[in-house]
């Protein structure tokens, strides 16, 4: 699914999910990845969302976001009270959703001028 064909110039935007990975800007991520407007991490050490945790979040949570977006892959899952109570002790706003969402709603908010970050599993 194509999502923009235009690159905007002043920060990172999805421009695809494919069985080929998700394209951010001109590369494709086939693992978990960690994405912001300005910075990308190619390797979440993550497999599932039940692999993640406060640790696993911890990277993210030194990006300093206003809110994080959580790709689960294609079928909805949730984060477990204790790790969502993460979120809240850090005043951190958070959404998981299946990927595809996640990146759509990625690209709005950092269209925006929002901080965000998402973390995604393909």
């Given amino acids: ?11 990172l935007f999805i421009r695809s999910i494919s069985d080929d990975g998700i394209r951010v800007n001109d590369n494709y991520y086939n693992k978990p990845f960690i994405l912001a407007s300005q910075q990308i ?3 979440w050490d993550i497999e599932t969302i039940g692999d993640i945790s406060e ?3 911890q990277l993210i949570f030194d990006m300093q976001p206003e809110v994080v977006l959580i790709g689960c892959g ?4 949730f ?6 109570a993460a979120f809240f002790r850090r005043t ?3 959404e998981v959703m299946v990927t595809d969402a ?3 709603t990625f690209n709005v908010l950092v269209a925006e ?3 965000v970050v998402a973390a995604i599993i393909p």
């Fill in 1 to 11: 699914m194509d999502f923009n064909l235009e690159i905007p110039r002043d920060h």
């Fill in 41 to 43: 991490v190619a390797h």
């Fill in 55 to 57: 640790k696993t979040l």
């Fill in 74 to 77: 294609k079928t909805q899952s």
């Fill in 79 to 84: 984060l477990p009270p204790a790790t969502q």
């Fill in 92 to 94: 951190i706003g958070f």
């Fill in 102 to 104: 996640a990146c759509r």
């Fill in 113 to 115: 001028g929002r901080n």
